[in-house]
């Protein structure tokens, strides 16, 4: 049970156990002391009274026994000296009043008769009956009636009393006040000390000895308690600055790997945004690789048309040509042998276009970049267009020459030049003017520009213009054209490291322009180039030791076609195979020097041939070309990693199947000699 | 002489109830006898405040003797009245003294006024002996009475005269004097 917690500071506790003790024993003792007082007053004043009552009797015996009322009176007389004594009287023996005395201002009555002997106290009076004896008999009573100041005492003593009490009060609390600093001054101060220790955690604080009682030895062990408290707190602190270290640590720690999480999560960001951008790319790629496809199918289909409408013109004249019995006036054959040919043409350029895009677009254009001098390129293209802008009523204008240079392939370049130009001519207006300039620009560029007096082009026209695939113009139907002229021209510009452009606006005119970059070395003469690009000089026809060709194919045109090609060169035999058996045992006999190999054979493929062929020791130093229409990159890496020397794609390109050819040779003759 | 001064007494008392209505006359014959019956007891009373030599009495025994004479009535007032009482330590006698009579062994000696023929020679005979002599007349008490009855507003009182006891030996207790009407003989 826990004792009751009291308020109140220690010096009101000191004052407050004086106070009341000084009250109690006050109390106790004057209590005492009234009560003792009391006591004695009345056992004095009933003794006194009783002795006067007894004295009275005797004084007034022989009044009594002889019935002197007179005497006896006198004798009471003598109670004026006790002004206490407020009535006395004598009774005779037979109970009669028989004398009487009565204090100056005391009106009460007497008793009729005696009562009984005693000592009576009544309304604050002393009552008091004594008989009276003389010789042994009953003579008479005295009575008296004296004041009891019990009462008043009582009253009396307790004012005195409260006086005292109030004074000794206040004594005891101005001594106990000052008393009591001898006993709380080193507990106060002991408590100061704990309260600012507590306040101040200053452990090192040291409560001060001021006395050798029990409170100094509260004093000692309060400081001893202190100083293991300063102790502990030490070692406290020391273990608190450790764990603060290592919190500190942790936090830094901890900082290192925030910051290395938001590098984190920034290289992350940054990947994804990467992978996002690289997404759409890709997407962007698709859409342009699904867009290409379409415009490729639309681009057959429309390739088709065009191809079947010069040959319808040709295939109609020639038959109104050839047939029999009906002669035709020489006018009218020259009309229609006019029609064919020029439809023929038409055709031509329009194969050879396709066949550029095609190779433009397998990779398998071959280029040599060398310095060109651009005007000697452009006065072959007036040469040849001339004519053509002549027809038309149009005036070329062409540029002084400058001497200016740029690295290009000069027959490209020109297939670049023309193509800008006989658009300039076939799009121009009616007697409009065909104006070429030519001009370096930034430091090491050359620009060629084209411009025209025609209609010009809408904003939407010149997005499409470069497309792969896209016919321009086709809605204007009066101009004849393939519509992938430009395609090439901007693929050519961009294989030769150049740019394109056009500047146009509706009703204007166009203005195409090509940059390429100016060749410093002076370029070479066109005498020099002409002789330079001589082809090699062709070998004796019909030679009899010279190398054998076999061709495995089981297509007649590209058989024949091929025939043409080797004997145009005149410098090798040819031996042919329509499938891959043959081949391979006509190779065993004749042990050609090189082997032209299709692909997609009847029976036995080419593919597989060649590893016959290259299994079997007797053929297996013979390179074979592979000549086939597969002309993806694909196709091409499978057919080197088949072991074939070289990939020709058809259609064939006769330069290329030549240089294949050639190089084959060589390779033969240099292993030949080993 | 007792006898006539009883009845002298008894006759007046009885003469003024003739003269007076019946009421007066009992009251009369009342107070008479109520005097004789104060007396009586005085007389015994007196015996507490004298004091008497020892040579007075024959023994620590002895009794009192109170002699009466002159009146018979008083005398047989006092006998009863004593029959049974005693003081300090003795008892009393009432004794009639008749005419001749000894007085040896008589300490107090009651005078009525019935024996005032032999007043003279009862206190004469009385005189040198330890007797305290009381008087009912002044008269006697000149003659050489120690105490004397008075009446007083119908009270008996009495007077007392030191002189009388000058040489027999009684000493009169300053406590009766106290109640006496008057002291003859006291010191100026």
């Known amino acids: ?674 | 002489m007792n006898r006539r001064g009883v009845v002298g007494t008894f006759w007046r008392a009885a003469f003024i109830c003739i003269l007076w209505p019946a009421a007066v006359c009992s009251a009369e014959i009342e107070r008479v006898a109520q005097e004789e019956q104060v007396k009586a007891a005085y007389l015994y009373k007196f015996l507490g405040f004298v004091d008497w030599p020892a040579s007075a009495f024959d023994g620590a025994q002895s009794p009192f003797v109170i002699g009466v004479s002159g009146t018979d009535a008083l005398a047989d007032e006092l006998a009863p009245m004593v029959a049974n009482r005693s003081t300090n330590g003795r008892p009393i006698v009432a004794r009639k003294i008749s005419a001749g009579a000894s007085l040896a062994g008589v300490h107090v000696l009651f005078i009525g006024r019935q024996a005032a023929a032999r007043t003279a020679a009862l206190i004469t005979a009385a005189r040198d002996l330890p007797i305290l002599i009381v008087t009912d007349s002044e008269e006697a008490f000149a003659i050489g009475g120690a105490i004397n009855f008075v009446l007083v507003d119908n009270k008996v009182r009495f007077d007392v005269s030191l002189r009388a006891n000058e040489g027999n030996g009684l000493k009169i207790s300053s406590r009766l004097l106290g109640v006496a009407r008057r002291i003859q003989g006291a010191a100026p």
Not at chain 1, 516 to 521: C, G, M, P
């Open chain 1, 1 to 674: 049970m826990m004792p009751r917690r009291s308020s109140g500071s220690l010096q009101a506790k000191l004052v407050g156990v004086v106070l009341l003790t000084t009250l109690v024993a006050l109390v106790v003792a004057l209590g005492a002391m009234i009560a003792y007082d009391l006591r004695a007053y009345h056992r004095s004043w009933v003794n006194d009274m009783a002795a006067q009552a007894q004295l009275l009797g005797q004084t007034t015996a022989t009044a009594l026994a002889f019935d002197d009322s007179k005497v006896a009176t006198n004798h009471l007389a003598v109670l004026q000296s006790r002004p206490q004594v407020r009535a006395a009287a004598l009774y005779d023996a037979r109970g009669k009043l028989f004398a009487t005395y009565t204090a100056a201002d005391d009106r009460t009555a007497f008793p009729a008769a005696p009562e009984a002997e005693g000592v009576r106290i009544q309304q604050r009076e002393l009552l008091v009956f004594t008989p009276v004896f003389e010789n042994g008999e009953l003579v008479g009573t005295v009575y008296l009636r004296a004041d009891y100041e019990l009462y008043d005492r009582i009253l009396s003593y307790a004012l005195i009393a409260v006086v005292v009490l109030a004074v000794a009060m206040v004594v005891a609390y101005l001594t106990s006040m000052r008393l009591q600093r001898l006993v709380t001054r080193p507990i106060l101060s002991i408590a100061n000390v704990a309260r600012e220790v507590v306040q101040q955690r200053d452990y090192s604080r040291r409560a001060e000895k001021m006395s050798d009682d029990e409170v100094g030895a509260l004093v000692e062990s309060f400081n001893d308690m202190m100083a293991e408290t300063e102790r502990r707190a030490l070692e406290n602190e020391a273990a608190l600055a450790e764990v603060a270290r290592e919190v500190s640590e942790r936090r830094v720690a901890q900082q290192e790997v925030m910051r290395l999480n938001e590098q984190l999560e920034l290289r992350v960001h940054d990947r994804t945004s990467q992978l996002e951008a690289s997404n759409r790319e890709l997407a962007q790629a698709t859409e342009t690789a699904e867009k290409a496809n379409r415009a490729k199918s639309e681009f057959l289909s429309s390739m088709s048309h065009e191809l079947r409408t010069p040959l319808n013109a040709i295939l109609g004249f020639g038959q109104l040509l050839s047939v029999d019995g009906v002669t035709l006036p020489p006018t009218k054959r020259a009309e229609f042998t006019q029609h064919i040919l020029k439809a023929g043409t038409h055709l031509l350029n329009l194969i050879n276009e396709i066949l550029d895009l095609a190779k433009i677009e397998s990779a398998n254009l071959m280029l040599s970049l060398e310095p060109v001098v651009v005007a000697d390129v452009l006065e072959e293209c007036r040469s040849m267009l001339e004519p053509a802008a002549r027809q038309r009523g149009l005036h070329m204008l062409f540029p002084p020459a400058l001497g200016l240079s740029v690295v290009a392939d000069r027959t490209r370049l020109k297939q670049v030049l023309l193509n800008l130009l006989s658009n300039a001519i076939k799009y121009n207006r009616e007697n409009g003017v065909v104006i070429v300039e030519c001009a370096p620009v930034s430091h090491d560029g050359v620009r060629v520009s084209v411009r025209d007096t025609g209609a010009g082009l809408r904003p939407e026209q010149v997005a499409a213009l470069f497309q792969p695939f896209n016919r321009l113009g086709q809605e204007a139907g009066m101009v004849e054209g393939s519509g992938i002229g430009l395609v090439v021209t901007k693929r050519l510009v961009e294989l030769m490291g150049g740019r394109i452009g056009v500047v146009t606006a509706p009703g204007s005119g166009c203005e195409f322009w090509i940059e390429l970059k100016q060749a410093l070395a002076p370029a070479a003469s066109a005498a020099n180039n002409a002789e330079r690009t001589a082809p090699v000089p062709l070998a004796s026809p019909g030679l009899k030791k010279a190398p054998l060709l076999l061709y495995v194919e089981d297509n007649p045109a590209n058989l024949r076609l091929v025939e043409e090609i080797v004997a145009f060169r005149g410098d090798l035999r040819m031996l042919s195979a329509p499938d891959a058996q043959l081949g391979i045992e006509l190779a065993r006999a004749h042990r050609p020097q090189v082997i032209l190999m299709d692909i997609n054979l009847p029976g036995l493929s080419g593919t597989d041939a060649r590893a016959i062929l290259s299994a079997d020791p007797a053929t297996e130093q013979i390179p074979v070309i592979a000549v086939t229409a597969n002309a993806m990159p694909r196709d091409r890496a499978q057919s080197m990693a088949a072991g074939f020397f070289q990939h020709v794609t058809k259609p064939i390109n006769v330069a290329m199947l030549n240089a294949a050819i050639d190089a084959a040779m060589t390779q033969r003759d240099a292993s030949s000699l080993h």
